[in-house]
């Protein structure tokens, strides 16, 4: 939308380069630039070329996909993007080669084969937070390790959505059947 002249401008898979229509999630990162995930690809729109770049899939962290269906864009504090996905897990964006490589976390979680994630919260101290069908998880960055977080024993802890860091550093999740949970920073 051109706010001076009150117009719009529409790309699509018939006048750009996306190779899909089918828009999953749109993110404006610290730069100021603007990330698409489509239920193929992700790109970065090229205002100078008014058109989008596709970020490289690296096929061999992902078993020889060349496509990948993107669920959600973050970008951490020191502005690693991080790209979730609907069956392929997290993935992380290398700026620098525009290349987008898939994580293979630590140890063996038997969970993160099925996980479609739906929202990542980055914080302060080097933790992904990362909400999925299967659960809510914390990924830490710096040792490449995953671990559930179990919010109640009498609740199933799947189909969480969303989640919030407040003022006060307290983390609010939100779950699909059991409502809104509160993480405090001091727990």
């Given at each position: 939308?051109?706010?001076?002249?009150?117009?719009?401008?529409?790309?699509?898979?018939?006048?750009?380069?996306?190779?899909?229509?089918?828009?999953?999630?749109?993110?404006?990162?610290?730069?100021?630039?603007?990330?698409?995930?489509?239920?193929?690809e992700l790109a970065y729109f090229n205002p100078s070329a008014?058109?989008?770049?596709?970020?490289?899939?690296?096929?061999?962290?992902?078993?020889?996909?060349?496509?990948?269906?993107?669920?959600?864009?973050?970008?951490?504090?020191?502005?690693?993007l991080w790209v979730g996905t609907w069956s392929n897990g997290?993935?992380?964006?290398?700026?620098?080669?525009?290349?987008?490589?898939?994580?293979?976390?630590?140890?063996?979680?038997?969970?993160?084969?099925?996980?479609?994630?739906?929202?990542?919260?980055?914080?302060?101290?080097?933790?992904?937070?990362?909400?999925?069908?299967?659960?809510?998880?914390?990924?830490?960055?710096?040792?490449?390790?995953?671990?559930?977080?179990?919010?109640?024993?009498?609740?199933?802890?799947?189909?969480?959505?969303?989640?919030?860091?407040?003022?006060?550093?307290?983390?609010?999740?939100?779950?699909?059947?059991?409502?809104?949970?509160?993480?405090?920073?001091?727990?």
């Open positions: 939308y051109n706010e001076s002249t009150g117009g719009f401008t529409t790309w699509s898979s018939a006048n750009c380069s996306l190779s899909s229509d089918t828009i999953r999630y749109i993110f404006c990162d610290l730069n100021g630039v603007m990330w698409v995930g489509t239920d193929r008014q058109n989008f770049t596709k970020a490289r899939i690296d096929a061999a962290s992902f078993a020889g996909r060349t496509t990948i269906q993107i669920s959600y864009i973050s970008e951490g504090p020191d502005q690693t997290l993935a992380q964006l290398d700026k620098a080669s525009n290349t987008m490589r898939k994580i293979n976390f630590r140890g063996n979680n038997p969970l993160t084969g099925t996980m479609r994630i739906r929202s990542i919260l980055s914080d302060s101290h080097g933790f992904l937070w990362i909400c999925s069908n299967v659960g809510l998880f914390q990924y830490n960055t710096r040792t490449n390790s995953l671990s559930q977080v179990i919010m109640s024993s009498a609740q199933p802890n799947d189909n969480i959505y969303t989640s919030l860091k407040d003022k006060e550093g307290g983390i609010w999740i939100g779950t699909y059947f059991q409502g809104a949970y509160y993480l405090s920073p001091k727990a």
